[in-house]
């Protein structure tokens, strides 16, 4: 039986993009393999979310999270993965 995989989603729209998305992505793919988690996790890009002005936009399953920077996507990313440890425990 194979896992399902966590979805990770970037906005990849041209505001995002201007608030400093490309830095972030950078940051999410070292976080993801220095943790050994790219395969239990579908990191990609997706064309606007639509809140364009809260820019960069960070989907994390469900959950969308705006005005993301270097900081607070770490921080996003550690108590998403700390809570998806525990519920597995």
């Given amino acids: 039986m194979e896992i399902e995989k ?20 950078r940051l999410i793919n070292d976080y ?18 639509g809140h364009c002005s809260k820019g960069p936009v960070l989907k994390i399953v ?11 996507v770490l921080l996003l990313l550690d108590n998403f993965f700390t809570s998806y440890e525990q519920m597995a425990l």
Avoid: M, P, T
């Fill in 6 to 25: 966590k979805e990770i989603i970037i906005c990849l729209g041209s505001s995002c993009f201007a608030r400093g998305n490309k830095e972030l992505v």
């Fill in 32 to 49: 993801l393999r220095q943790r050994n988690l790219l395969n239990d996790v579908r990191f990609h890009g997706e064309r606007c979310f």
């Fill in 62 to 72: 469900d959950q969308i999270n705006e005005k993301v920077d270097e900081e607070k």
